[in-house]
């Protein structure tokens, strides 16, 4: 899987480079592609999920921080907060990032670039009860959804 994730990277290396995200890339190969209890849960366990990982969201997608915050239920002054180190972003919001980064790495594989995924994840869907996928991402529930939709395109279904 990681040899994969590494070409997508080098497909989309032009895009990559212009946004400078040299950081942020480094923790992506060990971010899970599939969400599964298991993988996450570990993933959790053993990693020390902080605002880099925030970032990573950041450059990888042209999501602001309004967005981002609204995903997480915060503030967008409670967002920005957790730049500083002494704030460390709590259980649930360490989930939450890491499952939206699943997701988008998930994303990047079905659809080959972040661009596709995210005009998909913008655009409204019959799948979706005629919302687009990305007013899905505020929960946990949510994000588990838009990704096993990702899947059935991957084995074919027309989502």
């Known amino acids: 899987m990681r040899q994969c994730y590494l070409k997508l990277i080098l497909v989309n290396l032009p895009i990559m480079k212009k946004l400078n995200i040299k950081k942020e890339l480094s923790i992506m190969p060990d971010v899970p592609d599939r969400i599964s209890d298991n993988t996450i849960l570990t993933y959790l366990q053993t990693e020390n999920i902080g605002w880099e990982y925030v970032e990573a969201i950041k450059k990888l997608t042209e999501f602001n921080d309004t967005i981002l915050s609204s995903w997480l239920n915060v503030s967008v ?7 500083q180190p002494e704030n460390k972003l709590n259980a649930n919001l360490r989930e939450q990032v890491l ?17 596709e995924f995210e005009n998909w994840l913008k655009n409204k869907n019959f799948y979706f009860d005629n919302k687009s996928p990305i007013s899905y991402l505020n929960t946990v529930t949510g994000i588990r959804f838009v990704n096993d939709r990702l899947t059935a395109i991957e084995f074919g279904d027309n989502v």
């Open 77 to 83: 002054k409670t967002f920005r907060s957790y730049k």
């Open 99 to 115: 499952l939206l980064l699943s997701l988008i790495k998930h994303g990047i594989s079905v659809f080959g670039n972040i661009k």
